[in-house]
């Protein structure tokens, strides 16, 4: 969603547990969704994408998943490591009525990995 | 993926002067590069889209007058504050898309008014 907040939610893992990072989102007419991860003192690195004429997408170690009935996304990140350690955003691509597109990014999830 | 640099990295200044970042693409060309604004333990907030050869898009509520954006050649985009202020203290990040739509962000540049 577009909501932006003070206090990120915090998901802590185990490391080489699964880690499973939810996102809403609010435009029915977006198309085509983004996952990024962003290190502290850093710019986003993009992960993995999906567009919405699908509902699963695998890379190495991430999986998107896309609900479009609930407008939901989730990032899955296999065999959590340490290194993963960061900020997680969604971010929406809607297509504004003046033209173009933009990029729209939800709170973000902070995921702290346990050793 | 695509490598996109800002400069500088960090930047402190008095308050009142101008300050200039840089955003470069390094490796494709991009029409469209973007400004966002982050304050800690927040999301990235959409300044302005910058537009090769033409006038930047602003955001809602952010002041054209006050964050001057110029998009002079396909690898470039500056975002000069005017005027800053403590309230400007920021991160400031630029994203660079691709011509299949990808978006690739800088490493964004910490603003520190005094």
């Known amino acids: 969603g577009e909501s932006v907040g003070l206090h990120l939610p915090t998901l802590s893992v185990q490391e080489g547990d699964n880690s499973i990072i939810n996102c809403a989102y609010s435009?029915?007419?977006?198309?085509?969704f983004i996952w990024y991860k962003q290190e502290s003192g850093k710019g986003p690195q993009f992960i993995i994408d999906?567009?919405?004429?699908?509902d699963k997408r695998q890379g190495q170690r991430v999986t998107v998943l896309l609900n479009k009935t609930v407008k939901h996304l989730s990032l899955q990140i296999a065999a959590t490591q340490p290194g993963d350690s960061a900020v997680y955003f969604c971010?929406?691509?809607?297509?504004?009525?003046?033209?173009?597109?933009?990029?729209?990014f939800g709170t973000g999830t902070q995921l702290k990995v346990e050793l | 993926g695509a490598v996109v640099s800002q400069h500088p990295s960090r930047v402190i200044c008095k308050s009142g002067t101008s300050v200039k970042i840089e955003c470069r693409s390094l490796?494709?060309?991009?029409?469209?590069m973007f400004w966002y604004r982050q304050f800690p333990k927040q999301s990235l907030m959409l300044m302005a889209t910058?537009?090769?050869?033409?006038?930047?898009?602003?955001e809602q509520g952010v002041e054209k007058d006050k964050f001057l954006i110029n998009h002079a050649s396909l690898t470039l985009s500056t975002l000069t504050v005017t005027s800053a202020h403590p309230e400007d203290s920021s991160f400031y990040i630029c994203?660079?898309?691709?011509?299949?739509?990808?978006?690739?962000f800088g490493p964004g540049t910490r603003l520190l008014v005094l």
């Open positions: 994203s660079a898309r691709t011509m299949q739509e990808t978006q690739y």
């Open positions: 435009n029915s007419a977006s198309d085509y």
């Open positions: 999906i567009r919405s004429n699908m």
């Open positions: 971010a929406e691509k809607s297509a504004p009525r003046g033209g173009g597109n933009k990029l729209t």
């Open positions: 490796d494709f060309q991009a029409t469209t």
């Open positions: 910058s537009n090769e050869g033409s006038k930047a898009t602003y």
